[in-house]
């Protein structure tokens, strides 16, 4: 085992289930301890351990994923006042949240690499921590995905806008046009038997339903700035076509290709599964196998983790065995 440490904050509610996922991943293929924490806040003197000069040295090292810009200070948390790591790098996920840069990130030493998840917000965490900040964009487990027959024509998941909002107005109206619909999938108790439903539908799904933040906003998404999420990637790993509206992010442009989303032009359900319809007629399997081809080249989050690995020095027998088997997988499936 590595002397390495996965530091992850789980913010609570089933919507960060792929971050918790992307922590397990982590810390097996790197080889190291995963400790994970629960978000209770962090307090005035623990924050303030921040101000402090970091003490450098020992023998681990240390990486944090951050689900938001404030649970970089859980490594507050996990480094006692007297204990050092040699390197601590630190991946923040919803780093479009500039506006919630926390204290311990401004340019102080604390961390020797930050890693966001845009292009887009390169620039303004690189104005805060300097020039430690790296882009690494959202991803997903390719190698766990196993192709299943495409049943479903449309697949909902997670929040949608108003006119989606109704599985079973959906459902009847998709009925109408010879298309089969699935609600979300069901809840329960534990992120990882939440997302086991999660996976299933999106490996039966010719087409996912989401829709960018600019077309639907909500209390919890951001009110200006565009952003991938889990959605996409995942739908993709899975080789279903994502349909709806695309975000206009710097990572969307880079990692999203021609096939893998299908534009509904707005959020009016009728015009949206009358587009949906003309899409499925034309559907092909080869059209889900492409898609999970790219997603291997392009999503998986081994190919971030290699930079990890390399930032920190890690020697990662693990990741290096399961990266040539992503590249195995995919030069032989693209050759039949």
Same mark, same amino acid.
């Given at each position: 085992?590595?002397?390495?440490?996965?530091?992850?904050?789980?913010?609570?509610?089933?919507?960060?289930?792929?971050?918790?996922?992307?922590?397990?991943?982590?810390?097996?293929?790197?080889?190291?301890?995963?400790?994970?924490?629960?978000?209770?806040?962090?307090?005035?003197?623990?924050?303030?351990?921040?101000?402090?000069?970091?003490?450098?040295?020992?023998?681990?090292?240390?990486?944090?994923?951050?689900?938001?810009?404030?649970?970089?200070?859980?490594?507050?948390?996990?480094?006692?006042?007297?204990?050092?790591?040699?390197?601590?790098?630190?991946?923040?996920?919803?780093?479009?949240?500039?506006?919630?840069?926390?204290?311990?990130?401004?340019?102080?030493?604390?961390?020797?690499?930050?890693?966001?998840?845009?292009?887009?917000?390169?620039?303004?965490?690189?104005?805060?921590?300097?020039?430690?900040?790296?882009?690494?964009?959202?991803?997903?487990?390719?190698?766990?995905?196993?192709?299943?027959?495409?049943?479903?024509?449309?697949?909902?998941?997670?929040?949608?806008?108003?006119?989606? *909002?109704?599985?079973? %107005?959906?459902?009847?109206? #998709? +009925?109408?046009? /010879?298309? $089969?619909?699935? !609600?979300?999938? =069901?809840?329960?108790?534990?992120?990882?038997?939440?997302?086991?439903?999660?996976?299933?539908?999106?490996?039966?799904?010719?087409?996912?339903?989401?829709?960018?933040?600019?077309?639907?906003?909500?209390?919890?998404?951001?009110?200006?700035? *565009?952003?991938?999420? %889990?959605?996409?990637?995942? #739908? +993709?790993?899975? /080789?279903? $076509?994502?349909? !709806?509206?695309? =975000?206009?992010?710097?990572?969307?442009?880079?990692?999203?290709?021609?096939?893998?989303?299908?534009?509904?032009?707005?959020?009016?359900?009728?015009?949206?599964?009358?587009?949906?319809?003309?899409?499925?007629?034309?559907?092909?399997?080869?059209?889900?196998?492409?898609?999970?081809?790219?997603?291997?080249?392009?999503?998986?989050?081994?190919?971030?983790?290699?930079?990890?690995?390399?930032?920190?020095?890690?020697?990662?027998?693990?990741?290096?065995?399961?990266?040539?088997?992503?590249?195995?997988?995919?030069?032989?499936?693209?050759?039949?």
């Amino acid at each position: 085992m590595n002397n390495v440490d996965i530091l992850f904050t789980h913010p609570g509610g089933r919507g960060w289930a792929p971050v918790a996922r992307l922590a397990r991943l982590a810390s097996r293929v790197l080889e190291g301890r995963l400790l994970e924490y629960k978000d209770t806040g962090y307090s005035a003197a623990l924050v303030g351990r921040g101000l402090l000069p970091r003490l450098r040295g020992g023998a681990r090292r240390a990486v944090v994923i951050a689900p938001s810009p404030a649970h970089l200070n859980v490594i507050l948390e996990a480094m006692p006042l007297r204990s050092r790591y040699e390197a601590v790098s630190a991946w923040v996920i919803d780093s479009f949240w500039w506006e919630r840069i926390p204290r311990i990130a401004k340019k102080r030493g604390r961390f020797d690499y930050v890693y966001v998840t845009d292009d887009g917000d390169q620039g303004h965490w690189s104005g805060v921590a300097g020039d430690i900040v790296k882009v690494l964009p959202w991803g997903t487990d390719t190698l766990s995905v196993r192709p299943r027959p495409k049943t479903v024509d449309l697949q909902r998941l997670g929040r949608q806008p108003e006119d989606w *909002e109704d599985d079973l %107005a959906t459902k009847s109206e #998709s +009925l109408v046009r /010879g298309l $089969v619909f699935e !609600g979300r999938p =069901p809840f329960e108790a534990t992120d990882l038997e939440s997302q086991i439903h999660v996976d299933l539908a999106l490996a039966r799904a010719k087409f996912v339903l989401a829709f960018s933040n600019r077309v639907h906003d909500t209390g919890y998404t951001h009110p200006e700035r *565009e952003y991938l999420t %889990a959605r996409w990637v995942d #739908s +993709l790993a899975h /080789g279903a $076509v994502v349909a !709806g509206v695309a =975000p206009r992010s710097a990572a969307a442009k880079s990692l999203l290709w021609d096939a893998a989303t299908l534009d509904l032009g707005g959020t009016n359900r009728t015009e949206g599964l009358a587009r949906l319809a003309e899409a499925v007629a034309v559907w092909t399997p080869s059209i889900a196998e492409r898609n999970r081809i790219e997603a291997q080249k392009r999503l998986d989050w081994r190919h971030r983790l290699k930079v990890i690995s390399h930032d920190l020095g890690l020697e990662a027998p693990t990741l290096e065995r399961e990266l040539a088997e992503l590249d195995d997988e995919s030069e032989s499936a693209s050759l039949q």
